[in-house]
């Protein structure tokens, strides 16, 4: 099983910053088939990044994401306040799917 | 418009048993994978398994299985995650995804409301 980890657990941030997250993979995800989620309090998560790079149907172009084989990384290029939520990267490469834990980016 | 609406909230006690339920709408519904996520309160994400309605083709992740029962109705286009004696341990939010593709490896683009099951004595 590959394990996501995220890092940091919660960043402090002002709406306008940029914003960087990471989640690092305990062995290589095949083909850079990873994804990133946004959860906000009481909804479901929002899918914002497939294929490590590729953003996801309606997303905004301030969220991007790079990365490959372990190393991987969700930059959000100037935060608005609706921003401020968990973020949870998920690798589908292997058997079984797994999420990291997340990291909460809360407004400084 | 692809649509998952789930079941409402349930509180049950430990021992009893449960079926919680998941439609799809807007969309061929037997040709798209279909999961289950756990999420524990204040905690992250857990992918329970997957079921593929077309020929009920199911996948347990490792901790869960033995644990539920995963199961469809293609005929009315419902996914089932069931328990047959609940535990405290179980009380959590669950939400069914929908694959993006018809692919067993794939990403979520569609999810459901969310089910709130509360287990407690």
């Known amino acids: 099983e590959i394990v996501l980890t995220q890092s940091p657990g919660t960043l402090s941030l002002s709406p306008g910053e940029r914003a960087t997250l990471s989640c690092r993979a305990s062995q290589s995800v095949s083909t850079n088939y990873l994804a990133w989620y946004q959860q906000k309090p009481g909804q479901a998560p929002r899918l914002l990044i497939y294929?490590?790079?590729n953003r996801a149907t309606g997303i905004p172009d301030r969220f991007s994401g790079s990365g490959s084989g372990t190393d991987f990384t969700l930059t959000i290029s100037r935060l608005e306040p609706e921003d401020f939520a968990v973020y949870y990267c998920q690798q589908y490469g292997s058997s079984p799917i797994t999420f990291g834990q997340g990291t909460r980016l809360e407004i400084k | 418009e692809v649509q998952l609406v789930q079941s409402g909230a349930e509180v049950k006690k430990p021992g009893e048993s449960l079926k919680i339920s998941c439609k799809g709408s807007g969309y061929d519904f037997t040709t798209y994978w279909i999961g289950w996520v756990r999420q524990m309160s204040g905690k992250g994400l857990e992918l329970m398994g997957i079921?593929?309605?077309?020929?009920?083709?199911?996948r347990y992740s490792p901790s869960f299985q033995g644990q539920v029962t995963i199961s469809v109705d293609k005929s009315i286009r419902t996914a089932y995650l069931q328990w047959s004696s609940l535990k405290a341990s179980d009380t959590a939010m669950y939400f069914c995804?929908?694959?993006?593709?018809?692919?067993?490896?794939?990403?979520?683009?569609?999810w459901g409301q969310g089910t709130l099951v509360t287990v407690s004595s």
């Open positions: 995804v929908r694959h993006n593709s018809g692919y067993i490896n794939n990403w979520y683009p569609y």
């Open positions: 294929g490590a790079s």
């Open positions: 079921i593929y309605p077309r020929d009920s083709d199911t």
